[in-house]
């Protein structure tokens, strides 16, 4: 699986799977209504070492919501920063989009919407994706 271990991107590596991450790692998926702020999706909680999710998200937000809680998880991170929300968001866009993936796509369409509804991932990641792609890219010329 893509976004796991040692597994590099190619043809017959599967696209990165948060679910199965969460059951590989022991942590459990909890879907709640009664989450700490209104405005959330899903959170990780050290206290209870689960990540609460709200029911009936559409489907690429719930898949980039638990895998950005699993780094939250994975970082041991107790309550937010803006440095360990930042840290999240690279990761997950990481591992829920593969280089493979965009390539396959170059060719179809430049809308970042279309491909982030084709990689069944939210606009945010995607922004987030290509942010780090132009960082990369500047890095490389510097």
Not at 11 to 18: A, E, I, L, W
Not at 28 to 55: K, N, T, W
Not at 99 to 118: I, K, N, Q
Not at 126 to 134: A, E, F, N, V, Y
Request: with cysteine.
């Amino acid at each position: 699986m893509y976004g796991v271990s040692q597994f590099e991107d190619g043809p017959s590596v599967r696209d990165y799977d948060p679910w199965e991450h969460a059951a590989m790692l022991g942590l459990p998926i909890v879907f709640r209504h009664d989450l700490p702020d209104a405005a959330m999706v899903a959170c990780y909680s050290e206290e209870h070492g689960a990540v609460f999710v709200r029911p009936d998200l559409h489907g690429a937000v719930e898949r980039c919501a638990i895998a950005h809680e699993i780094v939250h998880f994975e970082h041991g991170d107790v309550g937010s920063s803006p440095a360990q929300e930042e840290r999240a968001d690279r990761i997950a866009a990481r591992r829920l989009i593969r280089p493979r993936r965009l390539d396959e796509l170059a060719g179809v369409t430049e809308d970042p919407a279309v491909v982030a509804l084709e990689l069944h991932v939210t606009e945010k990641v995607m922004r987030t994706h290509l942010r780090m792609l132009r960082h990369a890219t500047v890095e490389r010329r510097g």
